[in-house]
């Protein structure tokens, strides 16, 4: 057993943001055990270089390479990963958590008979990985008995990723073996969400706006602030079911997760669902006329007061504070 292994995706020109907090949690890991990082990304040999990582670059990272894992497939993936981890033999294996590594990496765990610890949230002494529960109602900890790999997940947002450096960093090739016969599906087009104008999660400045707005005519009132903030426009699920803004702006848990350096909560009451996409936010201002309203329980500043007295008010103060 070595160190632990970062496992990096690829989305289009490069790597997500996650695969950044993967490897800030992957470091986090290395402090607590005194073992080493490593990465990896799995592609075909035009895979991007692995260049750049994020923050303190590992020593060693592994483009994983052959020409049938152009495209993600759960069979090629799960061959070529157990191919590596039996090379490298990783006390730890981490991956960001999206959509397909939930598709591949119980399978891949599987393999070395053990479980995928997922969606964590933070890593303490132990190493103990805690996971939320209930939609976040409880937290719990789990330990590895240490029989063999772990296999760890990160959740997007609770990792904060390091700004990406310039890597010194080693790259080395690994082709493993895998035969056509081996890879049973045969991918489509990837799937392209309808076009994404807004990278929430990228953000790091959201004033995102509740039901406490009351009309759909009053969302300028909140644009105009987020505007001189030079922030994205970010909303609680009734104002996105409502069509008053789109979907892709909706924070929370059936929308996306941010954390951004400040969110400003204007007229949200703070319903656990909103509050697991925007618990990894440094600071946290909330405006509720209700002074009872669970928002502020997670808020670093409160205003308890009216929005349509506050809003305003602020957005003068910002552009008079601007001149
Ligand atoms: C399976 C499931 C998934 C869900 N996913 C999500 C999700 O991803 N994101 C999400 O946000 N929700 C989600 N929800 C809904 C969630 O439970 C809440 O209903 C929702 O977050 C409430 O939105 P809100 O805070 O804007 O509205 P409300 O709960 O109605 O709160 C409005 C707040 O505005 C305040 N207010 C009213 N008038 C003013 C004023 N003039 N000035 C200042 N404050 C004022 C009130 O005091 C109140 O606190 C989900 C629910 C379920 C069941």
Not at 98 to 122: E, K, S
Not at 203 to 211: F, H, K
Request: aromatic share 6%; glycine share 10%.
């Amino acid at each position: 057993m070595s160190g632990v292994l970062v496992i990096q995706e690829e989305r289009g020109l490069g790597r997500n943001r996650i695969s950044h907090e993967a490897l800030a949690a992957g470091r986090i890991l290395c402090g607590l055990t005194g073992l080493s990082l490593e990465t990896a990304v799995v592609g075909d040999s035009n895979t991007p270089a692995l260049a750049e990582t994020s923050g303190q670059p590992p020593a060693t990272a592994y483009a994983v390479e052959h020409p049938l894992l152009a495209n993600y497939t759960s069979d090629g993936y799960v061959l070529a990963l157990e191919q590596l981890i039996r090379k490298l033999q990783p006390s730890y294996i981490v991956f960001p958590h999206t959509y397909q590594v939930r598709d591949f990496v119980p399978r891949l765990a599987a393999r070395f008979g053990q479980v995928l610890i997922g969606d964590v949230t933070a890593i303490e002494a132990g190493p103990l990985f805690v996971r939320q529960l209930f939609q976040g109602k409880m937290n719990a900890q789990y330990s590895h008995p240490g029989n063999g790999p772990c296999f760890v997940s990160v959740q997007a947002g609770a990792f904060p990723a390091d700004p990406p450096v310039a890597g010194t960093t080693s790259i080395l090739h690994f082709v493993p073996e895998i035969e056509d016969a081996s890879i049973r599906t045969r991918p489509g087009q990837p799937f392209r969400a309808s076009a994404q104008t807004v990278d929430l999660a990228s953000a790091q400045l959201i004033v995102s706006v509740g039901r406490g707005i009351r009309d759909a005519e009053n969302i300028p009132l909140v644009q105009e602030l987020a505007t001189v903030l030079g922030a994205e426009l970010a909303a609680s699920r009734p104002i996105c079911d409502n069509g008053w803004l789109p979907m892709e702006r909706q924070v929370g848990s059936s929308g996306q997760t941010v954390s951004p350096k400040l969110y400003l909560a204007v007229g949200i009451s703070g319903a656990i669902q909103h509050l697991v996409g925007m618990k990894g936010s440094q600071c946290v201002v909330a405006i509720n006329k209700d002074p009872a309203a669970p928002i502020f329980e997670v808020a670093d500043y409160g205003i308890a007061g009216d929005l349509f007295e506050v809003v305003p008010a602020l957005t003068e103060a910002v552009k008079a504070a601007r001149q």
